[in-house]
């Protein structure tokens, strides 16, 4: 959301068209997420990456759209797969 807040005005009008599903999740699913995190030793894993890995495993897809690149390049799925960002880094100039 913070990526896109330069289009606020756009991403309210989508968001209220009903564009967005909101995902319920119970305390056992807490239980997954908890587990996955741990899985991490050497990484802080905040709740906003772990709950978005788990609706990942929800919707069965390796799709994710962040910036936060250095986290999402190293998070695994069940079964060692890859998330593909659908955002791009750009190269830094030197």
Known sequence: MFALEH?????????MAGEVEVMDFS????????????????????????????????????LIAT????????YRLPGKKTFKNLITRHPTSP
Not at 7 to 15: G, P, S
Not at 36 to 41: A, L, S
């Open 27 to 62: 305390v056992h699913d807490l239980d997954w997420l908890w587990r996955w995190m741990k899985g991490f030793r050497a990484r802080q894993i905040d709740f906003a990456d772990a709950s978005l890995v788990w609706l990942a495993v929800q919707r069965r897809t390796t």
């Open 7 to 15: 289009v606020r005005d756009e991403l309210f009008q989508w968001l």
């Open 67 to 74: 910036t936060d690149f250095s986290d999402f390049d190293v």
